[in-house]
T-cell receptor, first 115, second 115 residues
Framework: AQTVTQSQPEMSVQEAETVTLSCTYD???????LFWYKQPPSRQMILVIR??????QNATENRFSVNFQKAAKSFSLKISDSQLGDTAMYFC????????????FGGGTRLMVKP | DAGITQSPRYKITETGRQVTLMCHQT?????MFWYRQDLGHGLRLIYY???????DKGEVSDGYVVSRSKTENFPLTLESATRSQTSVYFC??????????????FGPGTRLTVT
């Protein structure tokens, strides 16, 4: 079975500081894609960042970057220079080539950015 | 409007009633999905469809029925609603090419309350 675990139900960070959200996953597949989605109070699911498992280089999107450790099956999200608009639920998810129809999600981390 | 829409956005129904949630996308995406979001569980897949008239069960399909007579529509029906089906429901879609990227595009969600 494929699983995603986010061990931090809630986190908080001061505005302008850096925060790291943790995610571990379990799969027997070798080819897969990992994602972080943001869900603000509007409930809209917004893709933040994507990582292909075959790429060793960690993905970066502006203030968002990941630390992908394939052997450890770890995929953490780092948010630099946190902004009030980053307050949201964050979901880690992955999809494999052999289960191309199913995104598997973690339980989410609620992030609060404090002024 | 372009994109993916869901209706209604909010619904209250009584136990035992049938209720249908609508999903419509304008991209002609082949794949469509229904998820439910519950506290602590992230998003879980209910049903998905690879094309018109092709549907398959996800992780939590009991008590739900789907159909896909047209590519752009993917309604989800609760045949006899139960309180355990109180949740937020998300529809998503993805094109064939997007399989390589893994991204899914989400609708705004429907909050369903079963009393």
């Amino acid at each position: 079975a494929q699983t995603v675990t986010q061990s931090q139900p809630e986190m908080s960070v001061q505005e302008a500081e850096t925060v790291t959200l943790s995610c571990t996953y379990d799969t027997s597949e070798n080819n897969y894609y990992l994602f972080w989605y943001k869900q603000p109070p509007s409930r809209q699911m917004i893709l933040v960042i994507r990582q292909e498992a075959y790429k060793q280089q960690n993905a970066t999107e502006n203030r968002f970057s990941v630390n992908f450790q394939k052997a450890a099956k770890s995929f953490s999200l780092k948010i630099s220079d946190s902004q009030l608009g980053d307050t949201a639920m964050y979901f880690c998810a992955f999809i494999t080539n052999n289960a191309g129809n199913m995104l598997t999600f973690g339980g989410g981390t609620r992030l609060m950015v404090k002024p | 409007d372009a994109g993916i829409t869901q209706s209604p956005r909010y619904k209250i129904t009584e136990t035992g009633r049938q209720v249908t949630l609508m999903c419509h996308q304008t991209w002609s995406h082949s794949y469509m999905f229904w998820y439910r979001q519950d506290l602590g569980h992230g998003l879980r897949l209910i049903y998905y469809s690879a094309a018109a008239d092709i549907t398959d069960k996800g992780e939590v399909s009991d008590g739900y029925v789907v159909s896909r007579s047209k590519t752009e529509n993917f309604p989800l029906t609760l045949e006899s609603a139960t309180r355990s089906q109180t949740s937020v429901y998300f529809c998503a879609s993805r094109g064939i090419r997007d399989i390589l990227l893994g991204e899914q595009y989400f609708g705004p969600g429907t909050r369903l309350t079963v009393t």
